[in-house]
């Protein structure tokens, strides 16, 4: 059952993703799982720091939002990383975020 009890005995990155029904490689993970408990973590402070009145549901959306939003930019990150030679030859060809040259030309 999703509590926040039983979120805060979580430790591991697999454990929070597996809770909140977030799906991952765990090769994917392996070399991202502290920057993804990091990031998870200053989300936790700022979603801890809300003083409005919160149902422990929308406390718990609030968790899973932050988690997979965290994930999401992780893997991104590393596919914009790796496709250097991608958008030197004319852009990003799996996300469109980085036109090439003769895209900003037009």
Known sequence: MLTLEALSKLERAEEFLEFFGIE?????????????????????????????????????KLHEEALRGQWERLVLETVCASSYYAKKAGGCASCGTHPGPAAQAA
């Open 24 to 60: 991952y490689d765990p090769e994917a993970l392996k070399p991202r799982r502290v920057r993804l408990l990091k990031r998870y973590g200053m989300s936790v402070a700022m979603i801890d720091r809300i003083t409005a009145p919160l149902s422990e549901a929308e406390r718990l």
